[in-house]
């Protein structure tokens, strides 16, 4: 071997020891679940068929298998109101139950840029600031959250590298070739870090979900979380 070749081989060989060791260490840090859209049975769920909101990631559950229906995977999708109505735009099955919120305020929804999650009738799953959503009668479901976490591929200048605002969060984001991140933090992260671990996914959109309330479920993963109190949750079943 030349030493142009073995020179190679080392940086190729730190390069791999490096990626590594960075999914080890995220994987302390962060539970994740990605997903095709398009192979998997992906919905927003907010109310059962009595018009009853389910609130929690085990009533969901519990409603699902009545539906003889397998529950693999859940989170809290977006913020709600006191009476865990969403607090921004939600559709369901094409329907429109929230208008889109495009109002000022305080609090993380309103942090600019604030977006939506949603995904079209052909299974395609989006991330964009909420200025450039337009439902054109072709999205099965719609989430809207607040901040945007990534934006065209870089981290949303609102937010401070070493900030000690941390906090139990979770949010989405969409790889270029189409599949779903989710992720939540296992424990306290300030937002520039969340963000940066989906710009390091390679996510080129990612939004935030919510905070302290947080709750995943991903068996798969041996992380179980059935609790909660919330409004929208996100679902994959089999």
């Known amino acids: 071997m030349n030493i142009k070749a073995l020179l190679l ?5 730190a390069g791999s020891l490096h990626n590594s060791v960075a999914q080890e260490k995220n994987g302390d840090i962060f539970i994740s679940y990605i997903i095709d859209p398009k192979k998997s049975d992906l919905k927003l769920y907010w109310k059962n068929d009595k018009n009853e909101k389910f609130n929690s990631i085990g009533n ?14 859940a989170m809290n999708g977006g913020m709600y109101m006191e009476d865990r109505t969403p607090l921004g735009l ?7 139950f929230r208008p889109l919120n495009k109002a000022r305020g305080s609090g993380n929804f309103y942090l600019q840029p604030n977006g939506v999650f949603y995904i079209t009738t052909d299974n395609k799953a989006v991330v964009c600031q909420t200025k450039d959503f337009t ?3 072709k999205i099965t479901y719609a989430t809207q959250s607040g901040p945007l976490l990534v934006i065209d591929g870089e981290i949303n200048p609102v937010f401070t590298k070493g900030s000690s605002n941390t906090n139990i969060r979770n949010g989405v984001g969409v790889l270029s070739n189409g599949q779903v991140v989710f992720a939540m933090s ?10 940066k671990y989906f710009q390091e996914t390679g996510c080129k959109y990612a939004l935030y979900l919510d905070g302290f309330v947080s709750r995943t479920y991903l068996p798969e993963k041996n992380w179980v979380q059935t609790d909660g109190d919330f409004g929208v949750i996100i679902g994959v079943t089999k």
Do not use: C, M, P
Not at 186 to 195: E, M
């Open 60 to 73: 969901l559950k519990r409603w699902l298998e009545s539906q003889k229906k397998t529950l693999v995977f």
């Open 186 to 195: 296992k424990g306290l992260v300030n937002f520039y870090d969340f963000a």
């Open 135 to 137: 439902n054109n009668g």
């Open 90 to 96: 939600y559709i369901e099955n094409r329907k429109q």
């Open 9 to 13: 081989s080392f940086v190729l060989a």
